[in-house]
């Protein structure tokens, strides 16, 4: 098993930045392929950002492409998801998630989860 936390949300005006942490403990971290997600009011979770074990694969939802970067660390354990140009629409809370399988874009590939960080972006 491996445990997630997550770190960083906060209040910011839009068009500014904010960098989200997710610290793992339990098995080990570069084992897994890693995500985010997210999820607004009243709107289901969705797919954010995924990196593979190593770093050399990314992957991003069409709405973030370009705006968000997906980044890990494996020596420390951690993942992160450095966010610029925030908008409104991007006010949600924010997961990660570890998965095994190759498949990383996919939801429902993804076994184990943090509690999540909440963004949330003024106009």
């Known amino acids: 098993q491996v445990q997630l936390v997550e770190s960083g949300g906060g209040l910011v005006q839009a068009g500014n930045s904010l960098r989200l942490s997710c610290a793992a403990s339990?098995?080990?971290?570069?084992?897994?392929?890693m995500g985010w997600f997210r999820q607004a009011p009243g709107k289901a979770r969705e797919f954010v950002a995924a990196i593979n074990w190593n770093g050399d694969s990314t992957y991003y939802a069409d709405s973030v492409k370009g705006r968000f970067t997906i980044s890990r660390y494996n020596a420390k354990n951690t993942l992160f998801l450095q966010m610029n140009s925030l908008k409104p629409e991007d006010t949600a809370v924010y997961y990660c998630?570890?998965?095994?399988?190759?498949?990383?874009?996919?939801?429902?590939?993804?076994?184990?989860w943090g509690q999540g960080t909440q963004v949330t972006v003024s106009s």
């Open positions: 339990g098995r080990t971290f570069s084992s897994y392929a």
């Open positions: 998630a570890a998965t095994s399988s190759p498949s990383i874009a996919t939801m429902a590939n993804y076994d184990y």
